[in-house]
């Protein structure tokens, strides 16, 4: 297409044949898009290449490592990252052309995102506008903590803004994905705490832990407004606070036990 700037665009993915349809469709804007498929078994890397993305087999060894390699197999000087549970709108399309054809941009942009869940918009919980990450940034301005299983951190070489215009993310499609998604994210979120060398805590500091995040989102956040889906996000939260530091405590405990045998 017709533009000074050339845009880039990269998607994470594993077993989204559900979703990664339609995260493809609200990019195929873009001068390229490149799946990051950590080997999938269902047809995930079938629909994306019948919808023309470039697909790319990466290992899955954490998510920092899988977002590097977003920015290694992309080729144009601005990137926007989009994940297979996201889409975005004609609104924010407008925008980021717009935004990456001025000479005086920032070199780096949160994008803000609404969230559909059981079947409603989550309106509170701290779901909106909902920032993960920066999104679309410059070649070079951004990189990852490769190391990191879950929750990446970012290391930002320039200047940051704020777009307006919302994304859409779907990140459940039922309960039984909520609950899968919350055993392997605390999984990888004890792996990162243990790479981190993190303080083990006391069970009764896991219990507390995770009463406050409940505490956070359903009242100091107005989840209850929200109703029964606010419920769920701040149940789910907790449950998932609670078995990741257990996991953690657990996973200490089996190295001790390593290695005083």
Request: charged share 30%.
């Amino acid at each position: 297409m017709n533009k000074k700037v050339q845009l880039s665009v990269y998607i994470l993915a594993f077993n989204e044949e559900a979703k990664i349809g339609d995260t493809i469709k609200s990019v195929l804007w873009a001068d390229e898009i490149v799946v990051i498929d950590s080997f999938s078994t269902d047809k995930t890397v079938e629909i994306s290449e019948q919808l023309g993305a470039k697909v790319v087999q990466v290992k899955f060894e954490g998510f920092g490592e899988l977002r590097m390699a977003g920015i290694k197999y992309t080729t144009h000087d601005w990137i926007f990252s989009i994940d297979s549970d996201e889409r975005c709108t004609p609104e924010a399309k407008k925008e980021i052309l717009s935004t990456i054809d001025k000479e005086n941009s920032k070199d780096i942009y949160f994008m803000p995102r609404r969230n559909i869940f059981m079947g409603k918009e989550i309106r509170f919980c701290g779901w909106y506008p909902n920032y993960r990450q920066p999104q679309l940034f410059r070649r070079g301005k951004m990189t990852y903590e490769a190391k990191d299983l879950v929750h990446e951190d970012y290391i930002i070489n320039g200047s940051v803004g704020h777009l307006q215009k919302h994304i859409w993310q779907i990140p459940f499609l039922n309960i039984s994905e909520i609950i899968q998604k919350m055993d392997r994210y605390s999984e990888l979120g004890a792996g990162k705490l243990i790479n981190k060398k993190k303080k083990c805590p006391s069970f009764l500091n896991i219990i507390l832990r995770s009463i406050w995040t409940f505490i956070r989102i359903y009242i100091l956040r107005l989840g209850f407004l929200d109703g029964w889906a606010g419920f769920m996000i701040a149940f789910c939260n907790m449950e998932g606070t609670f078995y990741r530091y257990v996991k953690f405590k657990e996973s200490l405990s089996l190295s001790r036990n390593k290695e005083g045998e």
